[in-house]
């Protein structure tokens, strides 16, 4: 997939992300013309240690380039050490949870499908666990609905990707304020908008929408 007019809209919405190609994994079709927004901050980004933007950039520039993935999990691997980051914390998991999207990207640039099959699962995997053991995690929930958001039922993610629309629906309108104002209203627009939410998850997430500034 190709994103149109990428110089001309915010960048929050001009890049493609990770799910939508993971939909290439197993030779599924992507929605066309459907753009994300950029991974959510969760707590970790503000912690004056930590950096993220940098894994960011190259976990979306993995969607389109290979070796953007080494690089990636390389920045993890600095990052943990720069930062002396302690297991099982907030930047903890955030860190984990790249690292399973990008090992779940491994599977998109992998010629050979037991091959694809093999990062998918490794990737997945460790998404699976972060969100086990942080169900609150903003981040890690958003990384792991656009990892598997797109790929073909047959793969049996259709409950962790109800899971985390239902999550996001709860999380989203009480961080409202931790958040970038215009990725915020992406990401609350693209939950209301596919997340076939209950009525009232809708009506708080709009709320929150409502308030103009983003």
């Not at 086990?132 to 793969?155: Q, T």
């Not at 259709?158 to 629906?169: E, I, K, N, P």
Request: charged share 30%; hydrophobic share 45%; with cysteine.
């Amino acid at each position: 997939m190709q994103v149109k007019g990428a110089r001309r809209i915010s960048r929050s919405r001009a890049v493609v992300s990770a799910a939508a190609c993971a939909a290439l994994l197993a030779g599924a079709p992507a929605s066309a013309g459907v753009h994300h927004p950029d991974p959510p901050v969760s707590r970790a980004a503000y912690d004056e240690r930590v950096d993220l933007t940098g894994l960011r950039d190259l976990y979306l520039r993995s969607v389109r380039e290979a070796a953007a993935i080494r690089e990636g999990l390389g920045e993890i691997e600095r990052l943990r050490a720069s930062a002396r980051v302690r297991e099982g914390t907030e930047v903890d998991a955030t860190l984990d949870a790249y690292r399973g999207a990008l090992i779940t990207l491994r599977a998109k640039h992998a010629a050979w499908p037991p091959d694809k099959l093999r990062h998918l699962n490794r990737g997945l995997a460790v998404l699976d666990a972060t969100v086990r053991a942080h169900p609150d995690h903003a981040e890690a929930r958003y990384l792991r609905l656009m990892s598997c958001y797109y790929l073909p039922g047959i793969l049996g993610r259709g409950r962790s990707v109800r899971d985390d629309f239902a999550a996001l629906a709860r999380l989203l309108p009480g961080v409202r304020d931790q958040y970038p104002r215009e990725l915020y209203g992406a990401i609350a627009r693209f939950v209301v908008d596919r997340g076939r939410l209950p009525a009232d998850d809708v009506r708080a997430l709009q709320a929150t929408l409502a308030r103009g500034d983003d």
